[in-house]
């Protein structure tokens, strides 16, 4: 399967499998364009906007203990910052933050855009730019429905996210994810860069094809803390696997949150629901699994994981954005992973 995966065009992509009965990883393609240089199984990798489900975790650890509610206002939280251009902070929940039916239009998504050529990518890999400013730039456009009525992934959402967590507690998005979840799960390899741009070794290149011309270029040194919550963290297949395996195996929330963060709404895709901070879907053996997947300029991550938390796959992909075809090879591997061990 990962032969595949490269065969379709992705330069370098490791996977890892974990279940009951073994711990498998792999890797196929080069770390270095034009070179041959092997995956490194370990290798470090930008996982995106799996970043998201850690933040959904921990606001609904907070909810568990009483500190606000999925059905709180932005407005609540935030007043003043979600108002103007037919946006109503009063009218978004946590709730549609969390699970993508806010509306608001993602001034996030834009910047990434701008990111898929060389040029926008040497423009904004070091950006720096505030939550609010990011805010700003959102809200400063029309909503594209109004809160609840639909579903639309849009990164501003998790940014808004990340400060109601800081509101909620008097610390950093960074720091409650971190002694919540990294250190709690032992993730070492884990890390909440903020504004650094290089990654842990050992970590393979990556590269991103321009969309003007095609053409592949290195997108390995990169700052992404201006998304922050939205996509900023870095981490391994062992790593990331090891806390989608306890999310859903129970030892991050308790049997009620973990229900809420479960609970779906239809995404328009044929077979794919979305919960608070995840996707859920059906596989061939018929078997339901969770999963969230992460892009940024150079990486792509997959992954799913059993409703049990038994079994968990990874696979970070080092060309981005990807073809259909690379994708389809992707979710075959992810297929088998888990119908092989279920």
Not at 114 to 133: I, N, V
Not at 232 to 249: S, Y
């Amino acid at each position: 399967d990962l032969t595949a995966i490269r065969d379709a065009g992705t330069l370098g992509v490791q996977a890892r499998v974990v279940s009951p009965a073994d711990d498998l990883s792999a890797a196929a393609g080069t770390a270095v364009r034009g070179r041959t240089v092997p995956i490194p199984l370990d290798g470090h990798f930008r996982m995106g906007s799996n970043t998201k489900t850690f933040v959904a975790t921990v606001i609904l650890q907070l909810e568990a203990e009483g500190r606000l509610s999925l059905g709180d206002s932005v407005e609540r939280w935030l007043p003043g910052l979600v108002r103007g251009n037919g946006n109503d902070g009063r009218a978004i929940t946590v709730r549609h933050l969390l699970q993508h039916t806010s509306g608001l239009h993602d001034s996030v998504g834009d910047i990434e855009m701008k990111m898929r050529t060389e040029r926008g990518y040497r423009a904004y890999r070091f950006l720096r730019m505030s939550p609010r400013k990011l805010v700003a730039l959102s809200v400063g456009r029309r909503p594209l429905f109004s809160p609840g009525a639909r579903w639309s992934y849009s990164n501003i959402n998790y940014v808004l996210a990340g400060m109601i967590v800081e509101k909620a507690t008097g610390n950093s998005w960074r720091d409650e994810v971190t002694r919540r979840i990294i250190k709690p799960l032992r993730l070492r390899e884990t890390t909440l860069p903020g504004d650094a741009s290089r990654l842990p070794k050992p970590h393979p290149q990556s590269y991103t094809e321009d969309a003007g011309t095609g053409r592949p270029f290195r997108a390995t040194v990169l700052s992404l803390g201006w998304a922050g919550p939205a996509g900023e963290a870095v981490t391994t297949t062992g790593d990331l696997g090891r806390f989608w395996r306890a999310l859903l195996g129970g030892r991050l929330l308790t049997p009620r949150q973990l229900k809420k963060m479960t609970t779906t709404v239809p995404v328009g895709a044929p077979g794919r629901e979305f919960g608070l901070g995840m996707a859920k879907q059906r596989l061939s053996c018929g078997i339901t699994a969770w999963s969230h997947p992460g892009g940024t300029p150079g990486f792509i991550t997959d992954n799913a994981v059993t409703e049990d938390g038994r079994t968990s796959v990874i696979v970070s992909r080092t060309t981005y954005p990807g073809t259909q075809a690379q994708g389809q090879a992707t979710a075959r591997l992810i297929d088998n992973a888990l119908c092989a061990n279920r």
